[in-house]
């Protein structure tokens, strides 16, 4: 989507009524200007009082003046002074010498039509500017105030660190020690709460630690000190965090209790395993399981995930209302559970995605229990307080090979399985392709067959997915990649798994260019489209050939993709050994105007000497940057580290794949606003 031009108001004084219609047609259709008409002092101060005036233009008059000292003397009593653009006569000197004198933001000969234009042109973008500055500083307020809201609202003891002295404490915090306001706290030092026993961690070593940005890997128990003298003992954890503006540290401070009873740690156990409004297994045990059951069999094969999710989940709870999300969540539960039955391991992975551990013998019985479920599923009541909805359900599946290497890795095949069932219609469950082996020489050829046929007989779709800022509603960027799903079959392929054979085959760049064909012809069935921002991801393959760079560069040229609005993505880890060509690629776009992105950036990336040889406009991370982010200190370190990195070469980070609307506050610390995830914006077919 467009973002809408702000409408700026100029107010022409002149004695000419024709001026104001001239300058809009020298200004050109889209300038986004609204003109005013005014000749007379009474006129203008009318004007003012009753219209917003953002530029004030006025055709000064030697046998006149009184009239031009007004326009000038209202232009600066406004609350924001308004710009004054004179225009003079070329044999006017007293016209001049008085513009002059009072001072102006612009004067120029009314025999100069081409000055006036681009003079009125750089008034109209500095008031936006302005107002653009002004907007972002009142967004950032309110996106200050809502984070701080969710901190004094955890029950979890937080507090920022900078320099060593407490900077903000939530309440949690603050009734922990023992303080009635933060004014009491502010200024105070970390050790004046909080000491080592003998033998342990140097605090004046981790305070230096903590002023270069050096955060602790492992959590420190110390002693705390309430302010009615009273001491406990506490586990202290730090992570980088942003506040005002600054980068400082986050101590999240808990309690360490004595050792309960076991009843008491029985309840512990089911409150840290089990989620809480269904009763179900949370994420992290159902990953455990996971990973206990394939360590139990000497052969994975046929150990499959099911990710379960009711179809058309937002338009049910725009039905019933924001009150009614518990108990749609819990009756979509009982459902699952009796479609999948009792011999399955189920757990709530999200807000409304569930996870099933199913032990079957063979894909096959996988697959049976996935068309079980949704068979059961389809067209089925269920009753959500007062209001009876009819439903039907969509399965992700992924089945283990003979060998399990990452738990994670098959809950995320799983995942982009369940996604592309509910973009493809819902109701149905599609099974995550396990990639093709290389190591055959069967296996490239029937990989070449299947992607020569692709491209052949049209069986990849263009899919785009969002990317969002957290500070620009209006900012939009859309990233564009294809995937591939056969006439006949209901399954679809992810670039992730048949991208690396192309590569061997050398069709990657044949590809690209297939995706960015069908990028043009969307656009060109959508012309509106032809405004928008694209991020497109390029194979390295096409990046160092020839031919297919000239396709690249007579398309962009063709202009059925405007090159300005253009951003190549340039995958990290295949750009690390090819500078010198990546460096020849972006020196022949950039003339055109496109702008580039480093995409699928990973922990271990080793970005300085990246950036200081290619020119960047953003970077991309892996996914796995952000999806394990709140529960891994290393993670968060890594993401620090290369944040940091890119701000230094004034590169904007993309967070990839937000699962959760809890992580946006994680991200704004590290000062990311760039976002794509589902509960933003949903993926589209192009």
Same mark, same amino acid.
């Given at each position: 989507m467009a973002r809408q031009v702000t409408e700026i108001r100029i107010l022409v004084v002149t004695d000419d009524p024709s001026a104001p219609r001239e300058l809009l047609n020298m200004l050109g259709?889209?300038? $986004?200007?609204?003109?005013?008409?005014?000749?007379?002092?009474?006129?203008?101060s009318r004007t003012f009082e009753t219209d917003q005036v953002d530029v004030l233009m006025v055709q000064i008059d030697a046998g006149d003046l009184a009239l031009f000292e007004t326009c000038a003397r209202l232009a600066r009593e406004q609350n924001d002074a308004v710009p004054v653009l004179a225009i003079i006569k070329a044999d006017d000197t007293k016209a001049a010498v008085?513009?002059?004198? &009072?001072?102006?933001?612009?004067?120029?000969?009314?025999?100069?039509?081409?000055? &006036?234009?681009?003079?009125?042109?750089?008034?109209?973008?500095?008031?936006?500017?302005?107002?653009?500055?002004?907007?972002?500083?009142?967004?950032?307020?309110?996106?200050?105030?809502?984070?701080?809201?969710?901190?004094?609202?955890?029950?979890?003891?937080?507090?920022? *660190?900078?320099?060593?002295?407490?900077?903000?404490?939530?309440?949690?915090?603050?009734?922990?020690? $023992?303080?009635?306001?933060?004014?009491?706290?502010?200024?105070?030092?970390?050790?004046?709460?909080?000491?080592?026993?003998?033998?342990g961690p140097d605090l004046k070593k981790v305070l230096k630690a903590l002023a270069r940005d050096e955060i602790p890997e492992d959590d420190m128990v110390l002693m705390a000190h309430r302010q009615d003298g009273t001491d406990f003992k506490a586990t202290v954890d730090f992570s980088p965090a942003r506040y005002g503006g600054e980068y400082c540290a986050q101590m999240l401070i808990r309690e360490k209790m004595s050792q309960a009873d076991p009843a008491l740690a029985?309840?512990?156990?089911?409150?840290?395993?089990?989620? @809480?409004?269904?009763?179900?297994?949370?994420?992290?045990?159902?990953?455990?399981?996971?990973?206990?059951?394939?360590?139990?069999?000497?052969?994975?094969?046929?150990?499959?995930?099911?990710?379960? %999710?009711?179809?058309?989940?937002?338009?049910?709870?725009?039905?019933?209302?924001?009150?009614?999300?518990?108990?749609?969540?819990?009756?979509?539960?009982?459902?699952?559970?009796?479609?999948?039955?009792?011999?399955?391991?189920?757990? +709530?992975?999200?807000?409304?995605?569930?996870?099933?551990?199913?032990?079957?013998?063979?894909?096959?019985?996988?697959?049976?229990?996935?068309?079980? &479920? !949704?068979?059961?599923? %389809?067209?089925? @009541?269920?009753?959500?307080?007062?209001?009876?909805?009819? *439903? %039907?359900?969509?399965?992700?599946?992924? !089945?283990?090979?003979?060998?399990?290497?990452?738990?994670?890795?098959?809950?995320?095949?799983?995942?982009?399985?369940?996604?592309?069932?509910?973009?493809?219609?819902?109701?149905?469950? !599609?099974?995550?392709?396990?990639? !093709?082996?290389?190591?055959?020489?069967?296996?490239?050829?029937?990989?070449?067959?299947?992607?020569?046929?692709?491209?052949?007989?049209?069986?990849? +779709?263009?899919?785009?997915?969002?990317?969002?800022?957290?500070?620009?509603?209006?900012?939009? *960027?859309?990233?564009?990649?294809?995937?591939?799903?056969?006439?006949?079959?209901?399954?679809?392929?992810?670039?992730?798994?048949?991208?690396?054979?192309?590569?061997?085959?050398?069709?990657?760049?044949?590809?690209?260019?297939?995706? *960015?064909?069908?990028?043009?012809?969307?656009?060109?069935?959508?012309?509106?489209?032809?405004?928008?921002?694209?991020? &497109?991801?390029?194979?390295?393959?096409?990046?160092c050939d020839e031919e297919s760079l000239h396709s690249l560069k007579t398309i962009l040229q063709s202009e059925k993709i405007k090159s300005e609005n253009v951003i190549w993505g340039l995958r990290e880890p295949e750009v690390r050994d090819k500078l010198r060509r990546v460096q020849t690629f972006i020196e022949a776009f950039k003339p055109l105007g496109t702008r580039f992105g480093l995409c699928d950036v990973g922990p271990d990336a080793d970005l300085e000497p990246l950036l200081n040889h290619l020119e960047m406009d953003f970077l991309r991370m892996a996914p796995e940057m952000i999806q394990n982010l709140s529960g891994n200190d290393d993670l968060r370190q890594a993401l620090a580290r290369l944040v940091k990195q890119a701000d230094q070469h004034q590169v904007r980070v993309i967070a990839p794949k937000v699962e959760h609307t809890g992580d946006l506050a994680t991200l704004w610390q590290f000062g990311i606003t760039l976002v794509q995830g589902d509960f933003v914006r949903e993926e589209a077919s192009a």
């Open positions: 259709e889209g300038s $986004g200007v609204r003109t005013l008409f005014a000749d007379t002092g009474n006129a203008v008085a513009a002059a004198a &009072i001072g102006v933001e612009g004067c120029v000969f009314t025999t100069n039509p081409r000055q &006036i234009k681009r003079l009125t042109q750089f008034l109209i973008e500095s008031v936006r500017a302005r107002r653009d500055a002004e907007l972002a500083a009142r967004r950032l307020e309110e996106i200050e105030s809502r984070y701080t809201l969710l901190l004094d609202s955890s029950s979890e003891s937080i507090a920022y *660190i900078h320099e060593g002295l407490h900077i903000y404490a939530n309440r949690a915090y603050l009734e922990l020690f $023992g303080f009635d306001s933060f004014e009491e706290l502010e200024g105070l030092s970390m050790l004046d709460l909080l000491s080592a026993d003998k033998g029985a309840e512990l156990e089911k409150l840290k395993t089990r989620d @809480m409004l269904t009763g179900l297994l949370n994420r992290h045990a159902f990953l455990e399981r996971l990973r206990a059951e394939a360590q139990a069999r000497e052969d994975t094969t046929g150990l499959s995930i099911l990710l379960v %999710s009711l179809d058309k989940h937002d338009e049910l709870q725009t039905k019933l209302g924001l009150g009614a999300t518990d108990a749609l969540i819990r009756e979509s539960a009982d459902l699952f559970k009796d479609a999948c039955g009792e011999d399955c391991v189920m757990a +709530r992975l999200s807000d409304h995605s569930f996870g099933i551990l199913a032990s079957a013998e063979s894909r096959e019985q996988a697959e049976t229990l996935a068309a079980r &479920i !949704v068979d059961y599923c %389809s067209g089925k @009541m269920i009753e959500v307080r007062d209001t009876s909805l009819t *439903i %039907s359900a969509s399965v992700g599946l992924a !089945v283990a090979g003979s060998e399990l290497d990452d738990a994670d890795a098959l809950l995320s095949q799983a995942d982009s399985a369940l996604h592309e069932a509910l973009h493809a219609g819902g109701n149905a469950y !599609v099974r995550y392709r396990p990639r !093709v082996s290389g190591d055959a020489d069967e296996d490239d050829a029937a990989w070449a067959e299947r992607l020569r046929h692709a491209l052949d007989y049209d069986e990849f +779709r263009l899919v785009t997915s969002p990317i969002t800022s957290m500070d620009d509603d209006g900012f939009l *960027i859309n990233e564009v990649e294809t995937r591939l799903r056969a006439e006949d079959s209901d399954e679809v392929m992810m670039p992730t798994v048949y991208l690396p054979a192309a590569s061997r085959l050398g069709l990657a760049s044949k590809l690209d260019t297939d995706m *960015i064909r069908r990028l043009a012809n969307a656009i060109a069935e959508k012309p509106s489209a032809k405004e928008h921002l694209w991020l &497109i991801p390029l194979c390295i393959d096409t990046i």
